[in-house]
């Protein structure tokens, strides 16, 4: 079934412990997004990528860092995570042709 | 991208039409209006988009008037799992403007 593929589904880290957040697509979607969702805060954006190897800077970047190497995957990175990273990560694309963006299911990231 | 108002929760009976408007004072000319629906646990699914007038689709229906500074998302005959958080969201379909700015949406709950 096509759609995005995140890994880990929950984790719970240390704080200072690095962590790479994984995001795969299979619909050949040029543009690829991270959200993160805070209870009562909706969705914000972390990092976007319009198309493999350009990225940009959402809502709420700092801490965080992607890489776009090809077109399916889109990782997120938390180089030394602190416990306000604590959140629900979703990762997104699209065609970038209309706003049918496709979310995945989420990791939940504890950082304690 | 255009800021969104919506109600923060609403409830309903099943059967019922549910209609929620959200206020978009300053969208611009190239500005779509979408609509996103999430249930708990998972991510957001896209549901309707429109530029004006009414657009209908097989799950909801999307009013947008003549000025286009708001627009009401009507749910049809309710169920108990259309419970949902649905956000509203204006913005420009150009690549440059693909990357969509959340609020807090509006909590549904349907009640038997």
Same mark, same amino acid.
């Given at each position: 079934?096509?759609?995005?593929?995140?890994?880990?589904?929950?984790?719970?880290?240390?704080?200072?412990?690095?962590?790479?957040?994984?995001?795969?697509?299979?619909?050949?979607?040029?543009?690829?997004?991270?959200?993160?969702?805070?209870?009562?805060?909706?969705?914000?954006?972390?990092?976007?990528?319009?198309?493999?190897?350009?990225?940009?800077?959402?809502?709420?970047?700092?801490?965080?860092?992607?890489?776009?190497?090809?077109?399916?995957?889109?990782?997120?990175?938390?180089?030394?995570?602190?416990?306000?990273?604590?959140?629900?990560?979703?990762?997104?694309?699209?065609?970038?042709?209309?706003?049918?963006?496709?979310?995945?299911?989420?990791?939940?990231?504890?950082?304690? | 991208?255009?800021?969104?108002?919506?109600?923060?929760?609403?409830?309903?009976?099943?059967?019922?039409?549910?209609?929620? #408007?959200? @206020?978009?004072?300053?969208?611009?000319?190239? $500005?779509?209006?979408?609509? *996103?629906?999430?249930?708990?646990?998972? =991510? +957001?699914?896209?549901?309707?988009?429109?530029?004006?007038?009414?657009?209908?689709?097989?799950?909801?229906s999307l009013f947008i008037?003549?000025?286009?500074?708001?627009? #009401?998302? @009507?749910?049809?005959?309710?169920?108990?799992? $259309?419970?949902?958080?649905? *956000?509203?969201?204006?913005?420009?379909? =150009? +690549?440059?403007?693909?990357?969509?700015?959340?609020?807090?949406?509006?909590?549904?709950?349907?009640?038997?």
């Amino acid at each position: 079934i096509a759609g995005i593929t995140q890994a880990p589904t929950s984790q719970i880290l240390a704080a200072g412990r690095r962590m790479t957040l994984r995001c795969t697509q299979d619909m050949r979607h040029n543009a690829m997004y991270w959200y993160r969702q805070d209870l009562g805060l909706g969705l914000r954006l972390i990092h976007y990528s319009n198309t493999a190897g350009t990225t940009g800077k959402g809502e709420v970047p700092d801490g965080y860092s992607v890489s776009r190497a090809n077109t399916d995957d889109f990782p997120l990175t938390l180089a030394s995570a602190v416990p306000s990273q604590t959140s629900v990560y979703f990762c997104a694309s699209s065609d970038g042709l209309n706003y049918g963006y496709t979310f995945g299911s989420g990791t939940r990231l504890t950082v304690v | 991208l255009a800021k969104t108002t919506q109600p923060i929760s609403m409830d309903s009976y099943e059967g019922q039409e549910v209609n929620i #408007t959200c @206020s978009h004072n300053n969208i611009a000319t190239n $500005d779509y209006i979408t609509w *996103y629906q999430q249930f708990p646990s998972q =991510g +957001p699914r896209f549901i309707i988009q429109g530029y004006k007038t009414k657009v209908t689709n097989e799950v909801a229906s999307l009013f947008i008037p003549a000025d286009r500074k708001s627009s #009401t998302l @009507s749910l049809p005959r309710v169920s108990l799992s $259309d419970t949902a958080v649905y *956000y509203c969201l204006v913005g420009d379909l =150009g +690549p440059a403007g693909n990357k969509l700015t959340f609020g807090g949406g509006t909590r549904v709950l349907v009640k038997p």
